[in-house]
């Protein structure tokens, strides 16, 4: 009960930006109060002399946040190494998003190119949500591009449940790190 006052806590502090991820993490709260036990499973276990300090201090749906958290940190990553394979290797951009041809356009895809009122190309590393593509399409198609850099739209729902996997078969990623830096 104490994480679903967390879970809003967090939303509200906009730490979680959507309400469906808060409602997806309080109900996976009151679904899963507790570490699940199955052997062999979680394959990362917590040493038995401060397993109850962790389990009380860092509860179950807090470890598949976390682990959500990592999961996520893992997209620059993979468009890093899907540009690199495409040879589009232009930094902070190919950690952020992926060259786009207009006349297909991503339909789940932000642009990050723009024609500026001033007619200006201009990149916007994180574009805004309430923008209009079709008319920014439209500007950069008239200036004569036709690929522009897009980031996807990952809702952090794709992480949280890679998160809850994650967390139930391997365990805490965070404190498995932590242990072997230490």
């Known amino acids: 009960p104490a994480m679903i006052l967390v879970y809003q806590l967090f939303y509200r502090a906009r730490i979680l930006h959507g309400g469906a991820d808060a409602k997806a993490l309080i109900t996976l709260s009151l679904l899963v109060p507790t570490y699940p036990d199955m052997a ?4 990362m276990t917590l040493d038995p002399r401060v397993e109850t300090f962790w389990r009380v201090t860092f509860p179950f749906s807090l470890v598949f946040w976390v682990d959500a958290a990592v999961l996520f940190l893992a997209v620059p990553l993979g468009l890093l190494l899907l540009n690199a394979a495409r ?39 994180f574009p805004r ?3 209009n593509p079709t008319q920014d399409l439209d500007q950069l198609r ?20 890679g998160g809850f996997l994650l967390a139930f078969f391997v365990g805490n990623v965070l404190l498995g790190f932590l242990r072997l830096v230490t």
């Open 142 to 161: 008239a200036a004569g591009i036709d690929r522009a850099w897009v980031t996807p739209q990952i809702p952090f729902m794709v992480p949280l449940g």
């Open 40 to 43: 062999p499973f979680p394959l």
């Open 129 to 131: 949500r309430d923008g």
């Open 87 to 125: 040879g589009n290797l232009a930094f902070p951009q190919a950690l952020l998003g992926y060259r786009a041809r207009l006349d297909s356009f991503p339909p789940h895809a932000w642009l990050m190119e723009k024609i500026s009122a001033r007619g200006d190309h201009v990149l916007v590393l």
